[in-house]
C-alpha cells in the first residue's frame, strides 16, 4: 500500500489540545491538524473559503432599455473591443463567460493544495521547496479570488434574456387562469386573458428584433475569434524575433480570450436557441 493510503498506529501529541492521538493527519479530539505543514495550507484554504466562486445557473445578466442594472463597481476590463455590440452587454456577457473559466481554474488550484498539502507529510519531502509551492499557491489563488470578486460584482440581464424571462411568466399566469377558469366570473376571466395575450404579443414583438440582434452579435463574436486566431498564427512566425517571455505572454492572451469569447458565443447561442422556441 501507498504511503497515502497506509493506516499508522503511531500514537503523537497533539499540538493544540495536547490530547495522545493516534497519527492520522488530524486530531481526532479537537479535529486540527497535527502536522504544522498541514496546519499551514489548511489556514489558508480556511482563509478563502468565502472567497470561493460557487456557480449560480440561474444567475442572470442585464442591459435591456425597460430593466435597470446596479452596477456598483467599474466594469472589468478584458481587452477586447466588437463593435457591434455594446460595450456593457459586451462586458455583461464576457463577465459570465470568464466566471465559468476561472471556477474550473480554481477547482484546480484546489487539487494542487491539496496535493502539496500531502506531499508535506512525506518523509523524505523537500519542505523548502514545497513550502516555496505553498506561497505560490496562495498568490495565485488570492489573484484568482480577487478576479472572481470583481467579475460577481458586474451583474444585470441581457435584454434577450430578460424578455424571455418574462414571456415565460406571463405563459405561467395564463396557464394558472385557464386552470381556474370554471372559478373566475367570466367577465373577469376574459379581462385578464385578453389583457396578458396583449402584453405577450408585444413582448413577442420585442423578442423578435431582439433575436435579429443577438444573431449579429454571434456572427461578430465569430469574426473576433477569427481574427485572433489568425494573430496567433502572425505570431508563432515571429517566434524568433521576439522573448520567449513574450511570446509566452502574447500566446496565454490570445487564447484566454479566445477562450472567454467562446464561452460568450456559448452563452449566447443557448439563450437564442430557448427564445426561438417562444415563438
Not at 6 to 12: I, L, P, R, V, Y
Not at 151 to 170: A, P, R, V
Not at 223 to 241: E, G, R, S, T
Amino acid at each position: 500500500m501507498s504511503e497515502f493510503g497506509k493506516k499508522s498506529n503511531t500514537t503523537t501529541i497533539c499540538p493544540t489540545c495536547g490530547a495522545e492521538v493516534i497519527d492520522v493527519g488530524r486530531c481526532s479530539v479537537c479535529g486540527v491538524p497535527l502536522h504544522a505543514e498541514d496546519r499551514l495550507v489548511a489556514a489558508e484554504l480556511s482563509d478563502n473559503k468565502d472567497n470561493q466562486f460557487t456557480p449560480e445557473p440561474d444567475s442572470i445578466l442585464e442591459s435591456s432599455s425597460d430593466t435597470t442594472s446596479t452596477v456598483t463597481a467599474p466594469s472589468p476590463e478584458f481587452g477586447i473591443v466588437i463593435d457591434a455590440i455594446e460595450r456593457h452587454s459586451l462586458v455583461l456577457l464576457l463577465s459570465r463567460s470568464e466566471l465559468e473559466v476561472l471556477e474550473s481554474e480554481l477547482n484546480q488550484l484546489i487539487e494542487q493544495i491539496e496535493a502539496t498539502r500531502y506531499a508535506l507529510r512525506l518523509k523524505h519531502a523537500d519542505k523548502a521547496v514545497l513550502t516555496r509551492r505553498v506561497e505560490d499557491l496562495k498568490a495565485h489563488l488570492h489573484k484568482i479570488t480577487t478576479r472572481i470578486n470583481e467579475l460577481k460584482s458586474f451583474t444585470g440581464q441581457l435584454e434577450i434574456e430578460s424578455i424571455i424571462h418574462k414571456i415565460e411568466s406571463i405563459h405561467t399566469k395564463i396557464q394558472t387562469i385557464e386552470d381556474r377558469k370554471r372559478s373566475i366570473e367570466p367577465s373577469i376571466y376574459r379581462e385578464q386573458i385578453t389583457d396578458l395575450e396583449s402584453e405577450l404579443y408585444r413582448l413577442e414583438d420585442s423578442l423578435r428584433a431582439t433575436i435579429r440582434r443577438t444573431e449579429g452579435w454571434l456572427k461578430a463574436i465569430q469574426k473576433k475569434i477569427q481574427v485572433l486566431q489568425h494573430d496567433m498564427k502572425l505570431l508563432d512566425a515571429k517566434y524568433n524575433d521576439i522573448t520567449r517571455e513574450a511570446y509566452e505572454s502574447l500566446k496565454f492572451k490570445a487564447e484566454r480570450s479566445i477562450h472567454i469569447l467562446s464561452g460568450g458565443y456559448r452563452i449566447l447561442d443557448d439563450l437564442l436557441a430557448r427564445a426561438k422556441k417562444l415563438l
